[in-house]
């Protein structure tokens, strides 16, 4: 009796294939390969192999979706897509066979196991009664391919692969529009804890089988996991609209690798719910990671509460004295979301390209984390009927400025329409500058200059305000006046001051989602007019004065808003808020300005690295010197180091 054929080794040639799928630096056990290009693997059998004895098929088996059918591909042949051909070597011994196997360019990404198939040959026919299958223990990893022209998210340079692709480091810009500031950030996409979390949140949901190589699914999903639904802890933050959700911001995290090792040590525990910059940060790291040319996009002045309707209403009673619609919009400093690149074939190709994908919003219908991906090229024409959520998506960006005198009995008169005034202001990192950023606000926005219709307005009125303080400043403005009319005018100047935390800004923002009904607040009539924070954060300072203009009277009138120990932020992404309204009592005249107010960046902290460049193995000398100008002392501060597979958090006592 003839002895069967048996595979006993396998050589998958990870370096070289891995060299040639730019898969090299991943740090994970297996083969790492993009879809849609070649590779080889050679089989060693225990006898020498006649291919007119024994017909062999290669089969692969997704381990990441459980209902994806084996794709079986036999040598020298082809099946949907897919190729297995024979290479010959020279000096090949007989018992070797080299595969060169190309894999379709809509491959369902994910983690495959590897199989082969032997049917013996008997009489040139394939003798089904005698199969083989071998399971080999090598992991398969099949990722998106950029460079591929067929894939789906194919990008047109080599210098945007490497950027939004194989780019570990970036930076993400918070501040205001005025001052934006970068903090850096380690994406980590390489490192095995990174890949595995993504495709262990794909292997979550159930999908149907023609839905595996659609993309715009696959980043809704992403984008659904990264913080959790209500009351589960499906994600990787918890949920911001869970009663216990904690809001203590995290900041000690400058990785994405840092974050999900952390999430893993918590278990069935959840990080708790992060800052926005986070979520976009993280879901960032996950993209890349499965190939997908992902970036970071901050949004200043962006509209939150978009589930109403555009314009941003401004309440007045007839007692000039502001009203605030509980439910009404409001602008917040900063926001980001992410932009993938990738082929929309659900939509004409003219809008492909660039995709906003926001795993911070809600989808108001279902409650869920996840909005987009919406065409970039749709919001610009303003087409908000097209998948994903570009009606959400377009009104955080657009909006007007309604000003309503506000009667007793409820009816309401215009008095004032400011036209296209969000002043939004969307940034990402730079493709050919380091360390600075690129203005793409023309990318979302026609070119369109705010258009204001008003009524009586004969006097000027402008703020002079610091755009960020120093430690131990007060908080001074100037207000600028010039009566132009021939008459005496009466300014009523109404300020607060509030301080932002990004968590809470959005947090009470979701808390209205059941809300469909306007509830006017009216501020008492007293000598101190209150001003209703809609953000449910204590106001800093709130106070009214009045000022009296003689007719062609020109004004600077200094103000002290807030003491010094009254305006420190602490924490590097929060920062101040300044809500002015103005009225001239005499024509009903309107100013209103919205003004954040930033953290000077100090010295604090230095750092100095005895050697630019350590060798593998070897020790390296980082000096951390702390210069505290505060007049106070500093404790229980945390330094923490992370970034190339090192985390760690050092207390200062």
């Not at 984008?223 to 918890?238: L, Q, R």
Request: aromatic share 10%.
């Amino acid at each position: 009796m003839a002895t069967k054929l048996i595979p006993i080794d396998t050589d998958m040639y990870m370096k070289k294939n891995m060299e040639e799928h730019s898969t090299i630096y991943y740090d994970i056990q297996g083969l790492i390969l993009r879809r849609g290009q070649p590779f080889l693997f050679t089989i060693t059998f225990n006898q020498d192999f006649h291919i007119d004895k024994y017909n062999l098929s290669v089969i692969f088996k997704s381990q990441t979706w459980s209902n994806f059918p084996n794709v079986k591909i036999p040598l020298n042949s082809s099946s949907n897509g897919w190729s297995a051909k024979r290479l010959f070597i020279e000096d090949q011994k007989n018992n070797r066979i080299c595969f060169q196997i190309n894999s379709s360019s809509d491959t369902p990404i994910g983690k495959y196991s590897l199989l082969l198939e032997i049917c013996s040959i008997t009489k040139n026919l394939i003798n089904k009664q005698d199969v083989s299958i071998f399971h080999f223990d090598n992991d398969i990893y099949f990722l998106f391919n950029p460079w591929n022209k067929n894939d789906s998210c194919a990008l047109l340079s080599s210098d945007q692969i490497a950027e939004y692709v194989l780019n570990e480091h970036g930076q993400i810009y918070l501040g205001s529009s005025d001052i934006p500031q970068s903090i850096p950030w380690y994406f980590g996409q390489f490192e095995r804890i990174v890949l595995l979390t993504a495709l262990a949140l794909l292997k979550e949901i159930y999908l149907s089988i023609e839905y595996h190589i659609d993309i715009s699914l696959i980043l809704r999903i992403l984008s659904s996991k990264i913080c959790s639904d209500v009351g589960t802890h499906n994600g990787i933050f918890s949920s911001l609209l869970d009663s216990h959700s904690s809001l203590c911001q995290e900041n000690q995290y400058a990785s994405s690798p840092a974050i999900l090792k952390q999430c893993l040590i918590l278990n069935d525990q959840q990080i708790p719910c992060g800052s926005n910059w986070q979520h976009a940060a993280v879901f960032c790291s996950l993209c890349r990671s499965l190939g997908i040319p992902c970036r970071i996009v901050t949004v200043y002045n962006a509209i939150c509460q978009t589930q109403e309707q555009e314009n941003i209403d401004i309440n007045w009673n007839t007692r000039q004295q502001p009203i605030v619609v509980v439910n009404s919009k409001l602008t917040r400093p900063w926001y980001l979301w992410n932009e993938c690149w990738i082929r929309r074939d659900d939509l004409p190709v003219y809008y492909s390209g660039w995709q906003v994908i926001d795993s911070s919003s809600i989808d108001y219908n279902t409650k869920i984390r996840r909005i987009g991906p919406c065409s970039v090229a749709a919001l610009k024409s303003g087409i908000s009927g097209l998948k994903w959520d570009t009606i959400d998506i377009y009104s955080i960006l657009n909006g007007n400025k309604t000003y309503w005198l506000v009667y007793p009995n409820g009816d309401r008169k215009l008095r004032s329409i400011e036209e296209n005034v969000t002043d939004t202001k969307i940034i990402t990192k730079s493709l050919k500058k380091e360390n600075e950023y690129e203005d793409v606000t023309s990318n979302y926005k026609l070119n369109k200059t705010s258009n204001q219709t008003s009524f009586n307005h004969d006097v000027n009125i402008e703020m002079e305000i610091p755009d960020s303080l120093k430690f131990g400043d007060n908080l001074h403005l100037i207000l600028k006046t010039n009566n132009l009319s021939n008459k005496h005018r009466t300014l009523t100047a109404t300020l607060t001051l509030l301080k932002i935390n990004p968590i809470e800004e959005i947090k009470s923002t979701s808390k209205n989602l059941n809300k469909t009904s306007y509830e006017d607040r009216y501020i008492p009539n007293n000598t101190n007019l209150d001003i209703h924070n809609i953000s449910l954060q204590t106001p800093i300072q709130s106070f009214t004065e009045i000022y009296h203009l003689d007719n062609n009277d020109h004004k600077n009138i200094p103000m002290k808003v807030a003491e010094n120990h009254q305006v420190w932020l602490g924490c590097f992404d929060s920062l101040l808020k300044l809500n002015i309204h103005v009225v001239v009592r005499e024509t009903g005249q309107i100013y209103q300005r919205e003004k954040y107010i930033l953290n000077a960046e100090n010295d604090l902290m230095q750092l100095f690295l005895e050697n630019d460049v350590i060798e593998i193995g070897k020790q390296g000398k980082l000096q951390i010197q702390i210069n505290n100008s505060f007049p106070y002392p500093l404790n229980n501060g945390y330094i923490t180091i992370d970034g190339f597979g090192i985390s760690k958090s050092i207390l200062i006592k």
